[in-house]
């Protein structure tokens, strides 16, 4: 009976360790992660009101556009998931970058209305 106590408490560490894996860091700015999220968004928007003229045409347009992007910011897609992976589980982080997000779109909505 003492030899299943250790055991029990053995498989019980391992069960309770978490397997997820964390992402290691946020590889991307966080002024940068503003600006990339706006012009993904930006894109994605883009690729609804293009679905009009066909579904795979926008998914290749939007696949271009994002790839354009990651290059313009010399990063790769892993990394921008990566980065974003990292800021989900920080989400008061998270936040104040889509906070910052929204405010760069507004400037812009304001310039385009002037």
Do not use: W
């Amino acid at each position: 009976m003492k030899i299943y106590l250790p055991i029990f408490l053995c498989l019980l560490l391992f069960a309770c360790s978490s397997s997820k894996p964390q992402p290691s860091k946020n590889s991307i700015a966080n002024e940068d992660m503003v600006i990339i999220l706006k012009e993904i968004h930006l894109a994605d928007a883009v690729f609804e009101l293009s679905k009009v003229k066909g579904v795979l045409l926008a998914k290749n347009e939007l696949a271009e556009a994002y790839k354009k992007i990651y290059d313009s910011y010399s990063i790769s897609e892993d990394e921008f998931k990566e980065s974003l992976l990292y800021l989900s589980e920080r989400p008061e982080e998270l936040e104040a970058i889509y906070n910052e997000v929204l405010k760069v779109l507004a400037a812009e909505q304001t310039t385009l209305n002037h």
